[in-house]
């Protein structure tokens, strides 16, 4: 839903569609083929999760920044983080050499683990003109706000509805009124 009177510059950090994706392995039981033998059938599914106030401010969304750029998600496909993030951090800057000795190799990695947290936290943080853009509610997922939004535009489209009746309604008595007095005083 697209709300056309919404054009000033908001941040994805307060957005209730800014959320993590993680995808998980789920059982679904074990299958008999011929011969007798089992195995275990497996499906994966996608699951989104709200992201917390914190996280939302710093960037740090996962573990590891590498985590955090993979999993970070607009559920309404509106914007794409890992672009935005490799304007701001090229992906060759954030190549570790293989020939470091490991005690600089560990320093290199937490700085490159640094730098891609703080262009996180600055690609989510950037003011930007978004129609999908919806007020975040703290302890409500990405699909919890969707019915949310749902819900109010189906109250604003009732409100508006029985406005429209209302004026309707009392254009039509009013013009009754006046054809009765006319044809009486007639």
């Known amino acids: 839903m697209r709300w056309p009177w919404h054009r000033r510059k908001v941040t994805c950090a307060t957005c209730g569609y800014f959320c993590r994706m993680e995808t998980r392995r789920v059982w679904l039981g074990q299958s008999e083929h011929f011969g007798g033998s089992k195995s275990d059938q497996y499906e994966e599914r996608v699951v989104f999760h709200e992201v ?18 993979r999993e970070v998600r607009c559920f309404k496909h509106a914007a794409q983080y890992a672009l935005e993030v490799a304007d701001i951090l090229p992906p060759e800057q954030r190549e570790v050499p ?27 943080n950037t003011p930007r003109h978004c129609d999908f853009w919806f007020c975040y509610r703290r302890g409500y997922g990405p699909e919890l706000h969707r019915d949310l939004e749902e819900r109010h535009r189906l109250e604003w489209s009732a409100r508006v509805w029985n406005v429209a009746a209302a004026l309707a309604g009392a254009a039509i008595g009013g013009g009754l009124t006046i054809l009765a007095a006319w044809l009486l005083a007639g």
Do not use: F
């Open 52 to 69: 917390d106030p914190v996280a939302r401010q710093t960037g740090t969304i996962s573990r590891s920044a590498w985590w955090s750029l």
């Open 98 to 124: 293989n020939d470091l000795e490991p005690s600089e190799e560990a320093r290199r990695l937490r700085e490159v683990d640094r730098q891609l947290h703080e262009a996180i936290a600055r690609t989510i």
